[in-house]
């Protein structure tokens, strides 16, 4: 198949399919006669994996690690769950710093009321507040 039938298949852009083969993470395809990338199945699979992985917002280079396991017929499921609960635990402290900044946020709203909202130099306003922060 040509690279835009792989892309309808797995819903992945010709560029990022190129982009994956230019980083390794895909195999170069053989060519046909005429030039056209010639993809089979085995590459639809591989490129769901590596979309899936993506959508994780795993690295590449987790990814390649995990592919390469596949590729060496060594399962690479251990590995991807110490990926995942990697990733999980490094969610939860961006959604903890977040929620943080959140607060902090709100409490220097409301503070900020307190304060004219006409100060040009910013002495006397919640300008002030920020510059402390």
């Keep these: 198949m040509k690279i835009q039938e792989l892309s309808q298949a797995t819903g992945v852009s010709a560029k990022t399919i190129r982009y994956y083969e230019e980083s390794g993470v895909l195999p170069l395809p053989p060519r046909k006669p005429n030039g056209y990338r010639d993809y089979d199945q085995v590459d639809v699979d591989r490129l769901r994996l590596v979309a899936g992985a993506r959508r994780l917002d795993l690295s590449l280079d987790d990814i390649q ?8 017929r060594e399962a690479p499921c251990r590995t ?10 490094e969610v939860a402290e961006r959604i903890a710093g977040l929620q943080r900044l959140e607060a902090e946020l709100r409490v220097l709203h409301t503070l900020g009321l307190q304060f004219p909202t006409d100060d040009v130099d910013g002495k006397n306003c919640v300008c002030h507040l920020i510059s402390e922060k």
């Design 80 to 89: 991807l769950l110490e990926r995942l609960q990697a990733k999980a635990d």
């Design 65 to 72: 690690e995990i592919l390469a396991m596949r590729d060496q």
